[in-house]
């Protein structure tokens, strides 16, 4: 069923797109390690209830990895199952404009999406809550996830981008479950989220927050075009108790 506060699933209609975004599609694909990631996974924007907790328990698996090494199985299972539960309530509330702070963001899911029927994935991978089981659509394997978050700053973070006031937006809870990673789908979704940005929203700027010393993430982020706009001082980092995060920008208009 969707979300109670929302009519239906959404899914954004298939709109022209510039030559500098399809040469950029056609890159990710050729960098992918296996053809699947370019072949039956597909990238959604949805507002289904089924997507919204499989996008939960995609982000939670994707950052299982915080969990102590010395933690039991058990422990482990059942840290995953409360950051499923507790994200599934966060994201809901977002996307119904409900959850505090966010008044004035609009915030718009991306799943990347596998068929349940594939043999792609090992499902015992999975938490049986990345399936999406829906009445409208084939069963699915939610396997990556992220927000655009549309408004002038993103709640909860110091760093806000200088650049199109009023016509900004950040990506946000960028995850591609373990088992589906290096295939290209993290880029697939960064791509998807960008073309929506500007062509459903007018976004001109599309940012993210990076933590400052995870290098990958930068790095994948530089390979879809964003550069480097600010990043918070060390004095910062002490105060807030946190790694300090670099803000990376993206100029989506076209010239």
């Given at each position: 069923?969707a979300l109670?506060?929302?009519?239906s699933?959404v899914?954004?209609?298939?709109r022209?797109?510039s030559?500098?975004?399809?040469?950029?599609?056609?890159r990710?694909?050729?960098?992918?390690?296996?053809s699947?990631?370019?072949?039956t996974?597909?990238?959604?924007?949805?507002s289904?209830a089924?997507d919204?907790v499989?996008a939960?328990?995609?982000?939670?698996?994707s950052?299982s990895?915080?969990?102590?090494?010395?933690?039991?199985a058990?422990a482990?299972?059942?840290?995953?199952a409360?950051?499923i539960?507790?994200e599934?309530?966060?994201?809901?509330?977002?996307l119904?404009?409900?959850?505090v702070?966010?008044?004035?963001?609009?915030v718009?899911?991306i799943?990347?999406?596998?068929?349940?029927?594939?043999?792609?994935?090992?499902?015992r991978?999975f938490?049986?809550?990345s399936?999406?089981?829906?009445?409208?659509?084939?069963?699915s394997?939610i396997v990556g996830?992220?927000?655009?978050n549309?408004?002038?700053?993103?709640?909860?973070?110091?760093l806000?981008?200088?650049?199109?006031?009023?016509?900004?937006?950040?990506?946000?809870?960028?995850?591609?479950?373990?088992?589906?990673?290096?295939t290209?789908?993290?880029?697939?979704?960064?791509?998807?989220?960008?073309?929506?940005?500007?062509?459903?929203?007018?976004?001109?700027?599309?940012?993210?927050h990076?933590?400052?010393?995870?290098?990958?993430?930068?790095?994948l982020?530089?390979?879809?075009d964003?550069?480097?706009?600010?990043?918070?001082?060390?004095?910062?980092?002490?105060?807030?108790?946190?790694?300090?995060?670099?803000?990376?920008?993206?100029?989506?208009?076209?010239?």
């Amino acid at each position: 069923a969707a979300l109670h506060c929302m009519a239906s699933s959404v899914v954004a209609p298939s709109r022209g797109v510039s030559p500098v975004f399809t040469r950029a599609r056609a890159r990710q694909c050729s960098r992918a390690t296996t053809s699947p990631s370019c072949s039956t996974i597909t990238i959604d924007v949805s507002s289904h209830a089924s997507d919204v907790v499989g996008a939960a328990a995609c982000r939670a698996l994707s950052f299982s990895q915080n969990v102590p090494s010395d933690r039991s199985a058990f422990a482990k299972r059942a840290h995953v199952a409360m950051k499923i539960e507790n994200e599934t309530t966060s994201l809901t509330n977002k996307l119904c404009g409900a959850e505090v702070g966010y008044e004035n963001v609009k915030v718009v899911l991306i799943v990347a999406r596998a068929p349940a029927s594939s043999a792609q994935y090992d499902i015992r991978e999975f938490d049986p809550a990345s399936l999406s089981v829906r009445d409208d659509a084939e069963t699915s394997l939610i396997v990556g996830s992220l927000d655009i978050n549309i408004g002038d700053r993103l709640p909860a973070e110091e760093l806000a981008g200088t650049r199109s006031l009023g016509r900004r937006a950040y990506l946000s809870n960028v995850g591609v479950a373990p088992a589906a990673r290096r295939t290209g789908v993290a880029s697939r979704m960064i791509e998807r989220a960008s073309i929506i940005a500007r062509d459903e929203y007018a976004v001109h700027t599309l940012y993210v927050h990076v933590q400052h010393d995870n290098d990958a993430a930068i790095a994948l982020y530089e390979r879809s075009d964003f550069i480097r706009e600010a990043q918070e001082t060390a004095g910062a980092e002490s105060s807030l108790g946190r790694p300090a995060r670099v803000l990376l920008r993206r100029d989506l208009r076209i010239h």
